[in-house]
C-alpha cells in the first residue's frame, strides 16, 4: 500500500545524537512532520555486538512503523553501519535511509587529497562501512577510523567545550593529527556519529584549520528530500511541519541536553515515554 505524504518521517537514534539529523531535516523539509525515538534506556549502542544492535534497531524500527511513518531514517551510524540491511528487508517497501553513505558522499567531495579518516563508536569502525563506501566512490582514497568511545558520553552529558574536552580529543586523535603522527595528515575528517557534531567546535581546534570536519546531517537532509521527492511523497499540506519526540527513559534529561541537540528549549511535555 502507498504511504499517505502527510504521514510522518521516522527517525531513530540510540540517544540523543539523531536530533542533529532532526534539526538538519526541519531545516531542509519545513512542511515535514518528524517523528524521533530515542533510545536511551539501551544507549551506548556503539560498544555494543553486532546481533545486540540489530536486536534494538529493530524493535526501535518496529515502533517507528507501527505508529505510520512513510519513510524511516536510521540517525544513528552505529546502526546504520551494522543493521541497514536487516531493516531494510523486514520493513519493504517502506524507504529506509542511513547515514552512512551520504557521509562517504559528503567527505568524498570535501576531500582534494583523498586521505579521509572517520571517527565513530567502536561498533562502526569495526564494520568498516565507512571505508568501503568511500571507495566505492573514490577508489584511490586513502582511509583511516579511529573509534572514539567517551565523546558519546561526552556530548550526552553536554560536555562540548573547554580544556578537558580538546585534552581528550587529543587522546583519540594525536596519533593521526598530533606532532607526532606518523602518515601524512588528513585532509578531511567524517564525524561518524550523529553525537560528534556536539563536539564540532573541539574538534576543529584539535585537528587544526586546514582539515574539512565533516558532519553528514545535511547531506543526509538532501538525500532524503530527493528520495521524498522520487517517491511522490512531500506533504503538501499547508502549515509547519510538527516534531514529535519519543524516548525509552527519563524524559527530564532528554529535554534538557535535547535541547543542546536541538539549539532550542525542548519541554518535557513535548517528550513521551515509550517501551519497545
Ligand atoms: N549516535 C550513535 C551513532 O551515530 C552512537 C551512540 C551510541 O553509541 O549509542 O553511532
Known sequence: MQARPSLPIGLFDSGMGG????????????????????DTARLPYGTKGRETIIRYTLAAAGKLVAR??????????????????VVQAKFAPLPVLGVVEPGA??????????RIVVIGTE???????????????????????????????????????????????????DDIFGAEARTPKPDT???????????????????????????????VAT?????????????????????????????????RTGSLFLGRTLTVEEIELVDL
Open 223 to 255: 538525500g532524503v528530500r530527493e528520495e521524498l521527492i522520487a517517491l511522490d511523497l512531500i506533504n503538501t499540506e499547508k502549515g509547519e511541519g510538527t516534531s514529535h519526540f519519543m524516548t525509552t527513559d527519563n524524559q527530564e534529561r532528554f529535554a
Open 19 to 38: 536530533l542533529t539529523v532532526l534539526k538538519a531535516l526541519a531545516t531542509t523539509l519545513p512542511s515535514e512532520h518528524l517523528l524521533y525515538l530515542g
Open 105 to 114: 558522499r559528503a567527505a568524498v567531495q570535501a576531500s582534494v587529497s583523498g
Open 189 to 219: 575528517m567524517i564525524l561518524g556519529c550523529t553525537h560528534f557534531p556536539l563536539l564540532k567546535t573541539a574538534l576543529e581546534r584539535v585537528v587544526g584549520g586546514d582539515v574539512v570536519v565533516v558532519d553528514p546531517a545535511a547531506t
Open 123 to 173: 561498533a562502526t569502525i569495526r564494520s568498516d562501512v565507512y571505508a568501503k563506501a568511500i571507495h566505492a566512490l573514490r577508489p584511490d582514497a586513502i582511509t583511516s577510523a579511529k573509534a572514539c568511545t567517551l565523546f558519546v558520553s561526552m556530548a550526552e552529558e553536554g560536555m562540548m567545550q573547554g580544556r578537558l574536552v580538546e585534552d581528550i580529543c587529543r587522546y583519540y586523535l
Open 68 to 85: 505510520g511513518v512513510k519513510m524511516l531514517v536510521i540517525a544513528c551510524n552505529t546502526a546504520t553501519a551494522n543493521a541497514l540491511p
